[in-house]
């Protein structure tokens, strides 16, 4: 079974169907790439498995671990085990990057029926994490992203991965922003997430990323469908020929 | 005319009123049609503890505007005093008034841990603080306000500001049926510094006035300004901040800050932020915002597993925070962050 199944998904913004028909299957311990250019609604489709406002769905259904995604709320959604790394992390002025992962892992767990996380395993914890992603453990103690370079935004979204161990992760553009060494340090964190538990949809618009996080899938979003799948050597297609032929064929 | 004056007077005519300028939002007249009877003394033993409990076993208290001790606070030149000023309402439909002196010499250090404690329902408190500071003076008040929901309350301060003193205030509240909390500074100048601070966090259909009035009348004086507010359900927030720099007041530094967020359709902000300046080479400035949570950094963080109300209080609270944040004393910052946290419950 997979983990996230994605059926004849359809989705307005405002009056615009931006998603239109989508399928998509992603099992256990694989990585699935979606690549397309601008407007075909990468950005949409994670925000609405992610459960933002403001994005209809009008048709389909999306599950994951065969549950309806849909149906919960955005925190719920996060609590059965998915996360978005975002585009554009928010800056959260005046709430510590630590105090903001612990309130969220905590809040995770009890909707899981867990017991809190103790304040030294959790340190113990954002120690560890933070130094395999080379980050400045003080940083953690700064209000959340607040004055964070777009590089370092990036990889606090993969510490707070870490650190919440979700099941399914969806990196949005995560390679966008980023400088060679970054993009490393990033992809070094996301492939140490990998495993036979956990599946992952990375959303770009260049190849570059899947140079780094090496895809067992590859799909092309047109038109706010998928129009096209295959193996890693489809995304070194696209990058030598661009998306055109894609995009007429969505048309 | 005054609460005070009304409450001395017994006519109704004493209390300020719409009509006044400087009392349009905060309409005490339009909310009591009679003065209620004065307040029994109250039962000193059930007082019962206080929000700074454990910082300081200096206590003054009023009780029903009843002196329990000392009228004046006095600190000794060069002397260090950390005292709580407990005004507790301990009453129902009744009134009552006190009044304390603060007389701080100079080189000496107060810091001033004063709370309003409503203990009974629909009363009407007024108090009336005079502060003097000698020169080199510092003095850090830091205020809890917890009134009744029903209740009247309004307190007055005045500060007498000398060259080379400090003077920093952080006032927090949750307002009350009509409350203002106002603090009048006269500012020699001089080297003199002045923080003045303010929070408020008000939901159901709470009032509440924070009002400062700062008179720089002499070279070389600093003021800087931060309140931040919260308002949900019905609620009110007020925010009437003056700043007059006088004729020769040169190389005054002023900066007034006020932000406010409204949780809710029918919660309200009035903020009248003014500066007057008749002096040539000054720095002065003025923000003012009103506005709603960020509807990105909510999603934001619900996306992490944050429960909306949760999200929600964890943002407001960041965003009163940085008033928190600005009082120096330890103790009584954590005591109102403490304070802070159990009251964005009632914001939700």
Redesign the interface.
Not at chain 1, 50 to 53: E, L, P
Not at chain 1, 89 to 95: A, D, F, K, S, T
């Given at each position: 079974m997979s983990m996230l199944s994605v059926n004849n998904l359809h989705v307005r913004v405002g009056e615009a169907e931006i998603i239109r028909g989508l399928s998509l299957a992603v099992p256990a311990g694989e990585v699935h790439a979606i690549m397309g250019p601008n407007g075909a609604g990468k950005s949409t489709l994670s925000y609405t498995l992610?459960?933002?406002?403001g994005y209809e769905v009008t048709g389909g259904s999306a599950t994951l671990n065969g549950e309806d995604l849909l149906a919960l709320?955005?925190?719920e959604?996060?609590?059965k085990g998915l996360?978005?790394s975002?585009q554009y992390?928010?800056?959260?002025?005046?709430?510590p990057g630590l105090t903001?992962?612990r309130?969220?892992?905590n809040?995770?767990r009890k909707?899981r029926g867990e017991a809190e996380i103790s304040a030294p395993e959790f340190l113990k914890l954002a120690r560890a994490e933070a130094a395999k992603l080379k980050i400045d453990f003080d940083m953690l103690k700064r209000?959340l992203n607040v004055g964070f370079s777009g590089g370092e935004k990036k990889r606090m979204e993969i510490f707070?991965m870490a650190m919440?161990s979700p099941h399914f992760l969806i990196l949005d553009e995560t390679d966008s922003g980023l400088d060679i060494d970054a993009l490393k340090i990033v992809a070094e964190g996301v492939n140490a997430l990998r495993g036979p538990d956990r599946a992952m949809l990375v959303i770009t618009h260049y190849q570059r990323l899947l140079d780094y996080i090496r895809p067992d899938m590859v799909h092309v979003l047109a038109g706010g469908r998928i129009v096209a799948s295959g193996g890693p050597e489809l995304a070194l297609e696209l990058e030598a020929e661009g998306y055109d032929r894609f995009v007429k064929a969505a048309a | 005319m005054s609460l005070a004056s009304a409450l001395a007077t017994g006519d109704v005519a004493e209390l300020p009123n719409r009509r006044q300028e400087d009392w349009r939002w905060t309409d005490l007249r339009g909310a009591l049609r009679a003065l209620p009877p004065a307040s029994p003394a109250g039962e000193a033993a059930a007082i019962g503890s206080g929000p700074f409990d454990g910082l300081t076993s200096d206590q003054i208290v009023f009780l029903n505007g009843r002196a329990q001790s000392e009228t004046v606070i006095a600190v000794a030149e060069a002397a260090a005093r950390t005292a709580a000023l407990r005004w507790v309402s301990q009453t129902s439909n009744t009134a009552h008034g006190g009044k304390v002196r603060i007389v701080v010499a100079a080189g000496a250090r107060l810091v001033l841990l004063e709370s309003y404690e409503g203990r009974g329902e629909a009363y009407v408190a007024d108090a009336v603080l005079e502060f003097e500071l000698g020169e080199g003076a510092s003095v850090e008040r830091v205020v809890l306000a917890e009134d009744a929901a029903d209740a009247i309350s309004v307190s007055t301060a005045t500060v007498a500001l000398a060259p080379h003193a400090r003077f920093a205030q952080t006032v927090l509240t949750s307002g009350a049926k009509r409350q203002r909390l106002e603090t009048q500074v006269s500012h020699p100048g001089g080297g003199g510094e002045l923080r003045l601070d303010g929070g408020y966090l008000i939901g159901g259909a709470r009032h509440a006035d924070l009002t400062t009035v700062v008179a720089h009348q002499g070279l070389d004086g600093r003021t800087e300004q931060l309140t931040k507010g919260a308002v949900a359900g019905a609620a009110r927030g007020v925010f009437q901040g003056r700043i007059v720099v006088a004729e020769g007041a040169d190389h005054t530094d002023a900066r007034m800050g006020h932000h406010a967020l409204i949780l809710s359709d029918r919660a309200e902000v009035d903020a009248k932020p003014e500066l007057e300046i008749y002096a040539d080479d000054v720095a002065c400035a003025h923000g003012n915002t009103v506005g709603a949570l960020d509807e990105d950094a909510l999603f934001y963080i619900r996306s992490r597993g944050v429960p909306e109300h949760e999200a929600r209080a964890l943002l407001t609270q960041a965003f009163v925070g940085e008033v928190v944040d600005r009082i120096e004393h330890e103790g009584a910052r954590d005591a109102a962050r403490a304070w802070v946290a159990s009251h964005l419950e009632a914001l939700a």
């Open positions: 992610a459960g933002r406002g709320e955005p925190n959604r996060a609590a996360f978005l975002f992390p928010l800056e959260i002025p005046g709430v903001f992962i309130t969220a892992l809040a995770q909707a209000p707070q919440l | -």
